[in-house]
């Protein structure tokens, strides 16, 4: 049995402010599951404080545990010989009834659930892209491709070093771990002078060892920059560390060699990279048949986030790869005016919007989104799957209008055969040839 750690449980006070629901809850005490990290913290208290404004009656508990994952901050998340590191445990105490539902980022649960366990919500999406963030001794406007050769670049995700190889073969890729605190200090503490973030660049992601492996005692890291989740960032009040996004919506100037002047050109490309399935989604886990539960959540609840999450599972499951397997998705609504709307934001957003810019998780904002969420609007998704070195890669776009969860599921089906048909099998089929690579879950 899982043992709540009683030093890690936050009591939080009611509120005052409810959306006044048609019924009432029962009062009680609701248990919220969550992981011990800053980030977790952070996402449990937003979901408690939705559910005081909700159902103000209740009192809200938060119970932080040490996952897999998060007890072992050294391993590459490739390299793991497990799978749900970010979710078992958690899943453990919701199916003994120790905590009445559990906060998740949606990118870090496997498409295969529990039996007994359902998603009873997902919070409007925070910003989905990855971020660059750069070596605070580089200038803010420094593009990956004007990196020097062999310049290190930190993640432990297989989707994004292999998407981001693909664009920039010029610079190596190493695993970064620990939380985003971790991750930021080991950015500002390395070294880089030109041609000394480069030391340690024989070691990249898909090998036995990780950057910390190949460090001797004492000696400090080199990255360039590192790459994590903009929402993540954002969450936490960092977005200021932000340098650049990373989306299909970017255009970076870069370098033409051997134009007729025999000097170098310059002209602007399209050099984002599409982001993991569920990122930036904030998923509530519970017991399947909890109707107090589901009541509590149902205001909650962003159908819209809700339609496109599945739809990128779906794919995701019918390609049956795991978290870390190089699968990339966007996604984007396409309303009756046909006005693209991003899937993250509350209130939708348009998808030039400047994260930092992005409205804050507001209960009106929920409530809006829950309720009107039933007009016939058409969802794109891009896809793409890519080997792990980046030289073969399978893309497509698709829209269809999604209104329930089976037109989600279906369309999920649809792209996959898509990508299937233009020759992503064979890319996956050779990377599950490595099964060491890509049996950790999770895409950090």
């Known amino acids: 049995m899982a043992t709540i750690d009683p030093s890690a449980s936050t009591t939080l006070s009611t509120s005052t402010t409810a959306l006044n629901p048609e019924t009432t809850a029962t009062p009680g005490v609701v248990n919220i599951g969550t992981r011990r990290s800053i980030l977790a913290r952070v996402q449990a208290d937003l979901v408690a404080d939705l559910l005081r404004k909700a159902w103000p009656t209740n009192e809200y508990v938060i119970h932080a545990i040490s996952t897999m994952g998060d007890k072992n901050q050294v391993t590459a998340l490739h390299d793991f010989g497990a799978k749900a590191l970010w979710t078992h445990e958690l899943e453990a105490m919701l199916g003994e009834s120790e905590v009445d539902a559990i906060v998740h980022c949606v990118k870090d649960m496997p498409t295969q659930r529990p039996e007994a366990l359902t998603l ?32 290190v670049i930190g993640t432990s995700s297989v989707r994004r070093s292999a998407q981001l190889k693909r664009l920039y073969p010029h610079l190596r890729f190493q695993s970064v771990r620990g939380n985003v605190q971790t991750r930021l200090r080991k950015l500002d503490e390395s070294i880089i002078d030109g041609t000394a973030s480069h030391t340690t660049a024989g070691a990249k992601i898909g090998d036995s060892q990780t950057v910390e492996e190949n460090q001797t005692e004492g000696e400090k890291p080199h990255y360039s920059a590192i790459i994590l989740a903009a929402a993540g960032m954002i969450r936490l009040g960092d977005q200021k560390r932000i340098s650049r996004y990373l989306s299909t919506k970017n255009m970076e100037e870069v370098r033409i060699e051997g134009s007729d002047e025999g000097a170098p050109q310059k002209e602007h490309q399209r050099r984002g990279t599409l982001y993991a399935v569920g990122q930036g989604a904030l998923g509530i886990e519970i017991r399947k048949g909890d109707e107090r539960m589901e009541q509590l959540l149902r205001p909650l609840n962003c159908r ?141």
Do not use: Y
Request: glycine letters at 10%; aromatic letters at 2%; hydrophobic letters at 40%.
């Open 120 to 151: 009873g919500a997902i919070l409007p999406r925070e910003d989905p892209r990855d971020a660059v963030v750069l070596h605070p001794s580089l200038s803010s406007d420094t593009t990956l491709s004007a990196l020097p050769q062999d310049s």
């Open 304 to 444: 819209k986030t809700w339609l496109a999450c599945m739809a990128e599972r779906s794919l995701m499951r019918t390609l049956e790869g795991g978290c870390s397997v190089p699968i990339g998705v966007e996604t984007e609504w396409v309303d009756g005016k046909k006005q693209v709307e991003s899937t993250h934001g509350g209130l939708l957003s348009t998808v030039t919007k400047l994260a930092g810019d992005a409205a804050s998780t507001s209960l009106e904002g929920i409530k809006e989104n829950w309720i009107g969420a039933e007009g016939d609007d058409e969802l794109i998704m891009r896809a793409i799957v890519v080997s792990l070195d980046g030289t073969e890669s399978v893309e497509t776009e698709l829209s269809k209008t999604t209104m329930t969860d089976a037109d989600a599921d279906q369309f999920g089906r649809d792209v996959a055969r898509i990508l299937v048909d233009k020759g992503a099998g064979k890319i996956l089929e050779a990377i599950n040839l490595d099964r060491k690579i890509i049996e950790g879950q999770g895409d950090a």
